[in-house]
């Protein structure tokens, strides 16, 4: 079995709760996974209506399809491994509808404030960070989840970024929006940093 994010809301109450009614609807752990990607569909299409629209709500969809992207991100393993429900397709049905969600949100959010090439960048880093933990898997090492930039700490940083941007004059969201952005780029960069010297160093421990 792949390694698994560590997720201290995995063993709240609500998230098993959430968990076992799922696996006993019949809802299969690869279905919540595509699932999650239509939050973050939602959630990116909210991000671009923020340039057209007037009004918080946008913002607050915005939040709110990141965050249940999260929660499907959660539950889905949940489901495959707690419930059984896991599936020899699992693997992929657990690690490519995130880099779609990941990259539609940050993409979104760069158009959001008329800044495409960040987002795109920002999108980019993203995937490297994931690419270089499973590439460390791949060598056989641990499968390094730390950050300070990885997919829960990046969403969380946009999170609050579409939460201020709710409440915030519009000439001030998009600077909000913005400072979000630089910092998942920096944050995504110095993680893809820290997993490789981790992965190096456990290679040379090993004498690879």
């Known amino acids: 079995m792949a390694e698994r994010r560590p997720i201290a809301t995995r063993n709240t109450q609500w998230a098993q709760s959430l968990a076992r009614r799922v696996a006993r609807a019949g809802v299969t752990a690869n279905a919540v996974s595509v699932i999650g990607v239509g939050f973050a569909c939602v959630a990116a299409a909210a991000f671009v209506l923020t340039r057209g629209q007037e009004g918080a709500w946008p913002w607050l969809v915005a939040a709110a399809g990141i965050q249940g992207r999260l929660i499907c991100n959660m539950i889905d393993g949940m489901v495959a491994v707690e419930h059984r429900g896991a599936t020899p397709t699992g693997a992929l049905y657990n690690d490519v509808p995130d880099r779609i969600a990941d990259t539609v949100i940050l993409v979104a959010a760069g158009h959001a404030i008329a800044q495409p090439e ?91």
């Open 118 to 208: 960040l987002g795109w960048a920002c999108a980019v880093a993203a995937m490297l960070t994931a690419y270089v933990r499973a590439l460390g898997g791949a060598l056989g090492t641990p499968q390094f989840f730390i950050g300070p930039q990885a997919k829960s700490q990046r969403m969380a940083v946009l999170t609050v970024a579409a939460l201020v941007a709710a409440v915030a004059p519009r000439e001030i969201a998009g600077q909000v929006v913005l400072v979000a952005l630089a910092i998942v780029l920096a944050g995504s960069v110095l993680t893809v940093v820290r997993r490789l010297r981790l992965i190096a160093a456990e290679l040379n421990s090993r004498g690879a």
